[in-house]
């Protein structure tokens, strides 16, 4: 009998394998000589969705963006919204919906989306199908988007996300402590994520950090996260603080207060991020888009609709200063 094992590259796991075993994700499976995605096109939800809920707010707003997901993920948290999918321990690929790459860009075109979105689980754990997605929304004039907790190696980082037009990067928390205990992961690898995407030239950024009471969302460990933001991604990274809500393993902790979130806004603010976001939460302003220079509503939010969008050609229409962000359809590395 054959008991040696091989390591799986896909993620800083390195899950070790025998023949016929799965990963940590479980859905990288290692078949003779190889680790593989399987199940493979198989989907666990397909939806069409404002761009506003990924959460981005500075690619292409307004416009609808085709959503899917698979089954599996590489992180373990405690606080997981889609635990149902994410931690599947069987595969009944009968009971779920096999759709192929062709089929999914056709569907995005008949919903009449912009853009299609690999999220409810991370599409590190099923990148191979996401890229050839992706491959085919490209000849098709559709965006492609990551929405993604960002832990994954050097080389499927960089085939993953070079080949996106936008991602919003999970960051959980800003110590390595909440990572180990809270998602069986380690935050190194989500800062280089982060990092390398940042640097990159045709793929936008934006970041949640989704604050858990008592666990992540101290005023100092938002002043940490925020000033790390500044200075490794840069100031027109947008920032999203989103409301925790029970789930999972942490139904007894208390919902976020808004006031958190604004006060995470407030810390933000002050480190130099010029756009700053509530998420899950209803606020007044806390979803708007303002002008940095001079002050000007640019774009005006009510939930996940968009009331008003002022920014013409990528600029405030007042005082002429430059938007960051994808304002416009141009796709094409």
């Known amino acids: 009998m054959n008991t040696t094992t091989i390591r799986c590259d896909i993620c800083p796991r390195a899950c070790r394998l025998k023949d016929g075993e799965r990963g940590f994700c479980l859905v990288r499976v290692r078949h003779g000589s190889e680790v593989v995605l399987k199940p493979y096109a198989y989907n666990s939800g397909i939806a069409l969705d404002p761009i506003e809920k990924k959460p981005l707010h500075h690619f292409l707003p307004g416009t609808s963006v085709l959503s899917l997901g698979t089954i ?14 994410s931690k599947k321990e069987s595969h009944p690929e009968d009971r779920m919906q096999h759709t192929s790459a062709e089929e ?3 569907m995005a075109l008949e919903q009449g ?3 299609i979105a690999y999220t409810y689980n991370d599409p590190v754990t099923w990148f191979e199908y996401v890229l050839e997605i992706a491959e085919l929304a490209r000849e098709a004039g559709l965006a492609s988007v990551a929405v993604s907790a960002g832990y994954a190696t050097e080389k499927t980082r960089k085939l993953l996300f070079s080949a996106m037009d936008a991602a919003n990067i999970d960051l959980k928390a800003f110590t390595d402590n909440f990572y180990r205990t809270m998602t069986s992961g380690r935050i190194q690898p989500v800062l280089d994520t982060i990092q390398y995407i940042a640097n990159l030239p045709n793929t936008h950024l934006e970041i949640t950090n989704l604050m858990i009471p008592g666990l992540n969302d101290s005023p100092e460990e938002t002043r940490a996260l925020s000033e790390w933001v500044f200075n490794n991604a840069g100031r027109d990274t947008p920032l999203h603080f989103s409301g925790f809500t029970p789930h999972y393993k942490l139904m ?9 979130l604004l006060r995470a806004r407030d810390i933000a603010r002050s480190v130099g991020l010029r756009y700053v976001y509530i998420g899950n939460r209803h606020s007044a302003n806390g979803s708007n888009t303002h002008c940095p220079s001079c002050g000007a509503l640019l774009i005006e939010r009510d939930g996940y609709s968009i009331r008003r969008n002022r920014i013409s050609e990528g600029k405030c ?16 590395h």
């Not at 599996?72 to 999918?85: E, S």
């Not at 007894?252 to 958190?260: D, I, L, S, Y």
């Not at 005082?319 to 796709?331: K, Q």
């Open 252 to 260: 007894h902790t208390p919902p976020t207060p808004t006031e958190t």
């Open 317 to 332: 229409p007042q005082c002429g200063c430059s938007i960051s962000g994808t304002f416009s359809l141009a796709i094409g």
């Open 104 to 106: 999914i860009v056709r």
């Open 72 to 85: 599996g993920c590489n992180l373990a948290c405690r606080f997981c919204q889609n635990w149902n999918i």
């Open 113 to 115: 989306a912009s853009s």
